[in-house]
């Protein structure tokens, strides 16, 4: 027990310390009318197709478009509650993606709700592990579901920190 406690305060040490050394800058989608906060050195698409974004981090100079640590989002007509969406989430990631839920919790962000899920799962085409940090967001009758995958590694170990920042920073632009 004495080592859990160690380990886990070592692991939110080095969570934090990440994030206060990360700088972010903020991506403005014109079309979708939202912006969001994504770390410098990061790659993204500049054009992302309506209702969608993908930013990534990539894994070497030499191969630029290729990252491991993947933040998306999308989109959705979805006129129905938070509770609804938190619902239909929940059991696709643990039906479909079979995972282990580690931590969840309502936010609120100036007056808006949002709702932060930490989960764990292992792919099922090649067994690898991967941590998966999703927030859920809903404007007027929008619902933005974000989500940021890392491989479930020590070395990924901050990036729930830095997702949930990503996913959190969400703000539209016509609200």
Do not use: C
């Amino acid at each position: 027990m004495k080592y859990l406690l160690t380990t886990t305060l070592l692991l939110i040490t080095l969570a934090v310390n990440a994030q206060k050394e990360q700088k972010f800058h903020r991506i403005t989608d014109t079309t979708d009318a939202y912006t969001i906060s994504v770390p410098e050195g990061w790659r993204y698409l500049t054009k992302p197709e309506r209702g969608s974004f993908e930013a990534w981090r990539p894994v070497s100079t030499d191969k630029p478009d290729i990252g491991m640590e993947v933040a998306t989002l999308a989109i959705l007509n979805f006129d129905h509650s938070l509770s609804e969406l938190i619902r239909h989430e929940i059991s696709y990631i643990k039906k479909d993606l079979k995972a282990e839920i580690l931590d969840s919790a309502t936010v609120n962000l100036n007056g808006r709700q949002a709702f932060v899920m930490f989960s764990r799962y292992v792919d099922a085409e090649d067994s690898s592990r991967w941590q998966s940090t999703i927030v859920l967001h809903q404007f007027k009758n929008q619902s933005f579901i974000f989500e940021g995958t890392a491989p479930d590694n020590a070395g990924s170990a901050y990036m729930f920190s830095i997702f949930k920042f990503m996913g959190i920073s969400i703000v539209p632009t016509n609200p």
